[in-house]
Each structure stands twice: as structure tokens, then as C-alpha cells.
């Protein structure tokens, strides 16, 4: 729970994974400076998502995934807002409930003998196939990470993939007016 | 257009609107265009450094001796590179610093050009914030903010690196007061700042038994009228009051509740009391490992008040019960008012108990040494400074050691402001630039660098400065020929073997100063002790006073890394018990 070099106090609570969502000016070498401060105090990042959200130019969502005690979250929350050009930090499973998704593009090296079965599966994951002028078999998945998950963990058990993951991005789910 | 000036311009035009009187810098091929400006400017005076190391701890000591902003003014590459350890030092003592450094020429960043580095990237992590500007519209806009960050909230420094096509471009200049900063960017207490948990502190610490105030250095950052509120405060509930390293002098050290500083090297009565108390009331110190020692048996049975205006350093290392947020000075006022409305008071026959059980603890008089023999002991040293200084307006500063551990326990401080030390980083060589900030601004004041044999030399070179700006700086060497805490701790843990800690072939001191045009002066022996004080105090001029101590004196009392306040080393006789010392021994 605390990164003193000294032993830690007895309370320490489960690691559990957590997703942040922060908003920052979008200004140069503000991503360094988020990422900068995860690894040099020592923290987790999972996955890491940034995008500037559309309906306002000068600000950007930065999504990061990460795990450790309600403890650590806590401090790498307050670490967070100490930075300059950080707006606001929301741990998204404090909020209550929200929504997630993420999206992967995978290649499938595919042959006579495994296409049926590669094709079934896809159907089954609902992923969608993008034409692209070389003909290769590339399929996209969009959902839950978990989801995404299990969909790899089948298709690797027919034929060799390649595989990218955008890593999750969320937005809570309560009512806003 | 009529109105466009220079970047360079510009950035000394903002200095001066920003009232910055002094800027500790060193010159070179990336901001040459400022220097240019500054030659034809008398405004703002420029002190020349030896080693850009030098410039940023003579911010600080400045910064940290007159409540101002420092402000460094270096070169690009190695100019920059050279700054980081103040940055460094000066994040982690949260000093208001504004560091100016050149860049190369923006068609030149990205190419490995001569003296150029990536100073944004490099000082990221050890800066509050950081500004590389490619626009010269925006710079005025950059320098007020930049002060703005530097001082608001937890102070600290703030970095901006100016490319040097930007320093001869023209543009506009905006004023402090149309440049709107957006509330996110700074620190805001809440209007109300969580009344009901002041009220809640209040009343926790009305009930006490065995209340004990632990003070740190916020309380000195938020201002001298906030050391007199917490004096007032503390004076009310009648409770005694401890001091980190940080924090010497919020509390007078004559103060009747005062039990000096606690930690490593603090008092035993300090420690005892921390261990023991059922309410701690920690106001802008930030439970430091040097202070805390093991964590899982830091004041097992206290309630906990933090007041802090960063939030992240509440429940960092330990669980607090009551946290505010919010600025020591706005924070204590309100306590104060809720103690007074609410008729508040504290049980006497309890702190009357808790009295006689400190001064018990006190009996233990940690502090003794043995003083016999002409030889002139280093804790004694440090006391006859003390009587020799005291009825002058003194500011001391130290190094990093055994030397500036002896001058927290034996130099004796009533004012705050007037004690300049590395705490967090522990930076050697940080006591003589201090204190050449330190004279600069307080030109009549006597300003003494506590120093040790080895730290010294970290930047001896700014005995140069001092000598060119006739600031009549006192350097005061514990000299033992050992890096004395490296020393102790291998004699302590790792069995004697001095590896590498025994300083060989020292300067003659007094020869050393005699070449700069400095005046050096040697004790030997006790006897010589007084007339080398006194004649280091009278001359006006720089001084180098070499202090010949015991060489293998040890720095008690100690809780040895691992251990707790309640496991306090007295003397070198009283060994750690061998498992909890291997233990430690991986500890820092």
C-alpha cells in the first residue's frame, strides 16, 4: 500500500483491476508526463488509451486500465491530479456502474482445411471481416475485454493469428441531465 | 508592428513584472539573446555562479530565506543537465523556483545538435511543470503562469526551456494581470475548506490525553504568520510540539512546549512522546521515512489530524484519521476561531500527567556527549556557534551529514526562515550556494554554512561567487577527514570496514580561501574555538573557518533504520539487537 521503504501497515485491502479515466489539456508531452508518473513511482498500467474527444478540441481522454489495492488506486489518483494539465481523474468502478469496450484486428492465417471452422467461429463472436486489396483474412472484434478474450483464446486453438488490441476505453453509465 | 519586442525582452520584462530583483545564472551559446538584454537592463541584478549546480541552490537559499521566488538562468545541454539536482531538491522541499534554460534552435531540436539535450523530457519528473515555448506570442503568457504554479498550492519549481530562435523573434508582451489561468492548472481550497472536519479536529484534540503537535515544513512555505498562528494554536491547548528537520524554527526552540525536532537524529522525548501520544496533530509534515522509522509500529495508539495542502501525501504512508486539505495558515485560523466559539478546553490533570511523563523522558538528556580533552568536539563546536550568534540576526545553512544533523540538535532556532537545509533529497553540497542565496538576499544578516570536509568540496568552486560579490559568507567545517555518516553507519552496520568514506588529501582550508582573497582561519584545539568563532563573525569578508573534531564521533541519539521511535540508540554501547539490524541494513 505505500511506497516507503520501510515495512507497510497492516490494512492492506484485495488488488483488483481498475479502469481511470482522465482528462487533460491536450498540450505536448502531456502523456509523458501521465506515463511518467505510473512507472516512476512505481504503478501498473494494463493498457493505455488516448484520444482527443471530439466535442472539445483542446481536451483528451486518456483511458488506462490498471490493478492494485483500492489503496494504491487511491494515491495513483491523487499522483494524477497533481499534474499540471490534468483536469480531472474518475476511477470508473467507484463511480458504479459504466460501460466498456475495446477493439481487435486480427489476422487469421487460414487454409482449405480450418476456413469452415475459422468462419463458424467468427459468425459466433459476431467479428467482421474488413476487405482490404491483398485478400488476407482479417477480422475485426469489437466488446468487452473479456469477450475479446475468449474469441482469441478459441481461434488460436484452430490456426496461427496476429493479433492488435486497442485496450479498452469506458465511460460510466449513469444518468447525466 | 509597433508593439513587438524581442523573446528575449520579453522574458526579462516579465521577470521584472514578476518583481524578481536577483537571477542566479551562469551563460552560454543557447541564451546568449537574454544575456544581451540583461547587459543593457539595470533593473535586475544577475549573480555569476561557477557551475550552474551552484545558481539553483543559491535560488533556493534565497527563495527559502526571503519568501520569494528563486529564479536560475542557464544554457542549453550540459546547462540544463547541471540543474537537475536542484530541481530535484527543490521538489522535494517544495521551493517556489522559476529555471530559465536555453534550447538550440527549434530547426535544430531533434538532431543531436552541440549542447543540445531534451531538457522538457529530462526534468519532467522533477519539476512541478514544465514549458518548452515555440512560440514567442505566448511567452509572457508562460513566464506569468509559470510563477503563478511555482508558488501556488505546494510550491515547487517550474522549468522553461526557450529555444534560442524564439529569444530574437518579435512579439507581443501581456501583462500579469490579462493572462487568465485555468482553475485546473492551479491548486483551489474549497471556499469552505471542509469545515465540519476542522470542527471534527478540534474537538478530537479538545479531548486529548496526551496530544503532541508534529510540525513540518508547510507550515514555514504558507508564511511567517503561519508559524505565528501555529504557536498561538498550540500555546492555547497547552500541548507540547515537535519539529521535523524542515520545520526547526516554526516553534522556538526556548518555547516552553517545544520538545525539538523528532526522527532519525531527533530527541528522545520527541520520539517517546509521538510513540505514545492518543492524538497526533500533524500540520504540514509529511510522515517521512527519516521521521516515521517502521512504519507498523509508528504511534500505535493515536488518532490521527494531518493537515496538508497536497492531497496526495494523505494516506501515503500512513492511515490518517482526520485529513484537511488546505493551506496551514487558513487551516489553523479556522481551528483557532472553533476553539474559541466553542469554549473549547483540554483536561489539565491529563496534560498536567503527560508533562511529568515528557519531562521524565527528558532526564534522559539524549544529547550528552562526552566533552573532555582539548580536542575539539563537533557537537561543541555547533554549541558555541550558537552562543556566539545568537543576539545576531543569523541564517544557517548546512550541508549534508553528521554536521547538519549536530546543527539541528545543538543550533538553537526562534524564527523560521532562518534554517536552510537539503531534508528531502539531501543534496551535499547544497550549504554554501544556500547560503551565498541566502546573503544576496539579506545582505547585512550573518549567513554561516555548517559544512562537513567532504560536502563542501561538492561545490566549493562558488567560493569564486562569493568572493566577486563581496558576500561576506561563513563556511564552517566540521572537519573530521571522513564522510562522517557514511562512516558511522559502517561502523554501525556493516562492521567497521570504511570503505571508501576516509577523506585523503584534503585542501589546506586556509590556504584554499587565502587563494580565492577569502580569509581562512583553523582551530585545532578547544581553546582556540571561541577567538576562531569571533574572529570568523567580525571579518568582513568571506570566510573559510576550518574546525579541526574528533574524528570518529558519532551522531546520536539514532533509530536505526528498521527500528522505532521507542527503539531509540543512545550511545554506541546500546547495539541494535542483531536481527533487527540486518534487517535495516537493506533500509536507507
Known amino acids: ?177 | 508592428m509597433n508593439n513587438e519586442i524581442t523573446g528575449a525582452e520579453i522574458v526579462l520584462k516579465s521577470l521584472a513584472e514578476q518583481g524578481v530583483e536577483v537571477v542566479f545564472g551562469y551563460p552560454g551559446g543557447a541564451v546568449l539573446p537574454i544575456y544581451d538584454t540583461l547587459f543593457k537592463q539595470n533593473s535586475i541584478k544577475h549573480v555569476l555562479v561557477r557551475q550552474e549546480g551552484g545558481a539553483i541552490h543559491a535560488a533556493e537559499g534565497y527563495a527559502r530565506s526571503t519568501g520569494k521566488t528563486g529564479v536560475v538562468l542557464v544554457t542549453s545541454g550540459p546547462g540544463a543537465t547541471n540543474v537537475v539536482t536542484g530541481l530535484t531538491d527543490a521538489m522535494m522541499d517544495s521551493v517556489p523556483i522559476v529555471c530559465i534554460t536555453g534550447q538550440v534552435p527549434q530547426h535544430l531540436i531533434g538532431s543531436d545538435a552541440f549542447q543540445e539535450c531534451d531538457t522538457t523530457g529530462i526534468t519532467r519528473p522533477c519539476t512541478k511543470h514544465n514549458y518548452l515555448v515555440k512560440d514567442v506570442n505566448k511567452l509572457s503568457s508562460v513566464f506569468h503562469e509559470a510563477f503563478t504554479i511555482a508558488q501556488n498550492g505546494r510550491p515547487g519549481p517550474v522549468l522553461i526551456d526557450i529555444p534560442k530562435d524564439v529569444q530574437f523573434a518579435s512579439g507581443t508582451y501581456e501583462e500579469k494581470n490579462k493572462i487568465i489561468i485555468p482553475s485546473h492548472r492551479l491548486f483551489e481550497p474549497s471556499p469552505d475548506f471542509e469545515k465540519n472536519k476542522i470542527e471534527e479536529a478540534v474537538q478530537l484534540i479538545s479531548k486529548a490525553k496526551k496530544p503532541i503537535f508534529y510540525i513540518g515544513g508547510g507550515c514555514i512555505n504558507s508564511g511567517p504568520k503561519a508559524s505565528t498562528l501555529v504557536r498561538e494554536f498550540i500555546n492555547m491547548v497547552g500541548s507540547p510540539v515537535t519539529m521535523t528537520l524542515m520545520g526547526l524554527g516554526v516553534v522556538g526552540s526556548s518555547d516552553k512546549n517545544s520538545l525539538g525536532m523528532l526522527g532519525m537524529h531527533g530527541m528522545y522525548e520527541a520520539n517517546m512522546a509521538m510513540h505514545e501520544c492518543d492524538v497526533m496533530i500533524n500540520i504540514g509534515a509529511r510522515f517521512d521515512d527519516r521521521v516515521t522509522g517502521r512504519l507498523d509500529a509508528f504511534s500505535p495508539n493515536s488518532k490521527k489530524i494531518h493537515i496538508d495542502i497536497d492531497e496526495s501525501n494523505i494516506n501515503k504512508t500512513i492511515n490518517v484519521d482526520v485529513p484537511i486539505i488546505g493551506d496551514v495558515k487558513q487551516v489553523v485560523e479556522k481551528m483557532i476561531e472553533v476553539w474559541k466559539e466553542k469554549k473549547f478546553k483540554i483536561d489539565d490533570h491529563a496534560i498536567k500527567l503527560w508533562w511529568e511523563k515528557i519531562n521524565k523522558w527528558k532526564e534522559v538528556d539524549c544529547l550528552n556527549y562526552n566533552n573532555k580533552g582539548n580536542q575539539i568536539k563537533p557537537q561543541h563546536a555547533v554549541q558555541r556557534l550558537y552562543e556566539l550568534t545568537k543576539n545576531t540576526k543569523t541564517f544557517i545553512t548546512t550541508e549534508v551529514g553528521q554536521h547538519q544533523m549536530w546543527a539541528a540538535q545543538f543550533y538553537k532556532f526562534e524564527e523560521p526562515n532562518r534554517w536552510l537545509t537539503s531534508g528531502g533529497l539531501g543534496t551535499m553540497g547544497y550549504g554554501f550556494p544556500a547560503a551565498i542565496g541566502a546573503q544576496v538576499g539579506h545582505p547585512d544578516a550573518l549567513v554561516v554554512d555548517i559544512a562537513g570536509d567532504a560536502s563542501i568540496l561538492m561545490n566549493i568552486q562558488e567560493m569564486s561567487t562569493a568572493v566577486q560579490y563581496r558576500l561576506p559568507v561563513k563556511i564552517f567545517i566540521l572537519n573530521n577527514e571522513y564522510m562522517g555518516m557514511v562512516r558511522q553507519w559502517q561502523e554501525l552496520l556493516h562492521g567497521g570496514r570504511y570503505s571508501e568514506s576516509y577523506t585523503d588529501s584534503l585542501p589546506d582550508f586556509v590556504k584554499l580561501a587565502e587563494s580565492y582573497k577569502a580569509v581562512g582561519l583553523r582551530a585545532k584545539t578547544t581553546d582556540e574555538l571561541d577567538d576562531v568563532i569571533t574572529q570568523m563573525i567580525e571579518t568582513k569578508n568571506t570566510v573559510i573557518a576550518d574546525i579541526w573534531v574528533t574524528k570518529e564521533e558519532n551522531c546520536f541519539p539514532m533509530i536505526q533504520s528498521g527500528s522505532a521511535h521507542n527503539e531509540m540508540m543512545l550511545s554506541k554501547d546500546q547495539k541494535q539487537d542483531k536481527k533487527s539490524a540486518e534487517k535495516g541494513k537493506i533500509l536507507v
Do not use: W
Not at chain 1, 117 to 127: E, G, H, M, S, T
Open chain 1, 1 to 177: 500500500m505505500n511506497k516507503s521503504v520501510y515495512a507497510s501497515p497492516d490494512q492492506v485491502s484485495e488488488t483488483k483491476r481498475h479502469i481511470l479515466t482522465v482528462l487533460v489539456d491536450n498540450e505536448p508531452g502531456v502523456l509523458a508526463r501521465v506515463i511518467g508518473m505510473f512507472s516512476g513511482r512505481g504503478y501498473n498500467i494494463d493498457s493505455l488509451n488516448v484520444a482527443e474527444v471530439s466535442n472539445d478540441e483542446n481536451i483528451s481522454r486518456i483511458t488506462i486500465v490498471t490493478h492494485g489495492t483500492s489503496e494504491v488506486v487511491s494515491q495513483i489518483e491523487k499522483q494524477l491530479l497533481r499534474i499540471v494539465p490534468v483536469h480531472s481523474v474518475t476511477n470508473l468502478d467507484q463511480e458504479g456502474s459504466s460501460v466498456e469496450a475495446e477493439v481487435a484486428l486480427v489476422y487469421i492465417y487460414i487454409s482449405d482445411t480450418n476456413k469452415k471452422k475459422v468462419y463458424q467461429l467468427c459468425d459466433l463472436y459476431r467479428a467482421r471481416k474488413i476487405e482490404n486489396e491483398n485478400n488476407t483474412t482479417i477480422f475485426e472484434i469489437a466488446g468487452a475485454s473479456e469477450r475479446v478474450n475468449r474469441f482469441i483464446k478459441e481461434i488460436n486453438k484452430i490456426t496461427k493469428v496476429e493479433i492488435v488490441r486497442s485496450g479498452p476505453v469506458a465511460i460510466s453509465s449513469i444518468q447525466k441531465n
